[in-house]
């Protein structure tokens, strides 16, 4: 494994000077110390093993990837336990697609099984319940307790809000292409009537937010026929595929030309990132069978495509009816 770790720290640096060299003065160590250990006649110690990796900026875990192609790592999303944690999340995103933005052919794949988390980071009633949901399954204490969405709705902060805001207007800069099913927007109408149905979401409210997601679906429908997010000034496009095959879970892969990085998701809100490219490679062979298997909608015809958004809207208000007539609906 040594030899390995050694090729890899290789094939990273990128100074002039000779490598013996470079780990000689990375480990403080003689010119014959480090020749020993980097022609493996010396044993690494497990402290220069982790020195060497933070100075080329790897993780140990890469080991497995490169001695076992069967193995691969995953990098664990912060876990998000309270509001804090929500920002941090929210601003660290920002960070990591703001790079994105700046990238000619840069793209966002997402198998959606629920409505994608972008068109949810806007200022309504919506990204609010979603925030509010989001929280009941990270914090035990909310989760536990009876605060209402009105109580939190009322608690949550501006910079919180803002952070939302400005990680929901930096997509409008990225290539979208969306699959989604009849079901994509079932979990969040159920959200709704769950939390309406528990009394923690008044009546006002649950339409308020019926009201917003109709909305999401108008705008999405107007994206999907322009081929291109409304709003972007650099021209990102938008592609929404109908599938009829597969089942959906919320991944997210993110393709640029000289890389691929793909998300699974573990929870509501949390996700395993794997940069392993050639995993990341099989996945998005597997989104692009997805994608044919499944109907562009802008090239299906006006009639699918008025069919397929129309059956959402009716699932829409049929929950509006179930709201306002307060009786058990199963059949969602």
């Not at 020749?35 to 900026?57: F, G, M, P």
């Not at 993780?59 to 999303?77: D, P």
């Not at 081929?227 to 109908?242: A, C, E, M």
């Not at 599938?243 to 990085?261: E, F, G, R, S, Y």
Request: proline share 2%.
């Amino acid at each position: 494994m040594q030899e390995q770790f050694i090729k890899f720290l290789k094939a990273k640096t990128q100074d002039n000077t000779s490598f013996v060299e470079e780990i000689a003065s990375v480990l403080d160590i003689g010119y014959d110390a480090a020749y020993r250990r980097v022609n493996n006649k010396t044993n690494l110690s497990l402290e220069e093993s982790v020195i060497l990796a933070r100075h080329y900026k790897i993780s140990l875990n890469k080991l497995f990837e490169v001695s076992n192609q069967n193995t691969i790592v995953a990098e664990l999303s912060p876990r998000i336990t309270n509001i804090v944690d929500l920002e941090n999340y929210f601003i660290q995103s920002l960070i990591n697609l703001a790079p994105l933005a700046k990238i000619k052919g840069a793209t966002i794949i997402y198998s959606a099984k629920d409505i994608p988390l972008f068109h949810s980071l806007k200022d309504t009633f919506l990204t609010r319940f979603k925030m509010f949901v989001w929280m009941k399954d990270a914090n035990v204490d909310i989760s536990l307790s009876k605060v209402s969405f009105d109580d939190f709705n009322k608690s949550i902060p501006k910079t919180l809000l803002d952070s939302a805001f400005k990680l929901g207007e930096i997509y409008n800069y990225i290539n979208i292409i969306e699959i989604w099913t009849d079901n994509t927007l079932s979990g969040s109408l159920q959200q709704v009537l769950y939390y309406f149905e528990s009394g923690l979401l008044s009546k006002e409210d649950a339409l308020h937010i019926c009201d917003d997601i109709e909305k999401v679906i108008h705008h999405i429908e107007k994206q999907t026929i322009k081929q291109s997010l409304i709003g972007s000034k650099n021209k990102s496009t938008y592609h929404l595929y109908k599938c009829d095959l597969h089942p959906l879970n919320n991944t997210i892969m993110v393709k640029t030309a000289h890389q691929k990085v793909f998300f699974s998701p573990y929870s509501v809100i949390n996700y395993f990132k794997i940069e392993h490219q050639q995993t990341c490679d099989h996945i998005y062979e597997l989104l692009e069978k997805q994608m044919k298997n499944s109907k562009l909608l802008v090239n299906t015809g006006e009639k699918d495509r008025i069919l397929f958004f129309n059956k959402i809207l009716k699932k829409i208000d049929t929950v509006r009816v179930r709201i306002k007539i307060d009786e058990k609906l199963s059949y969602l």
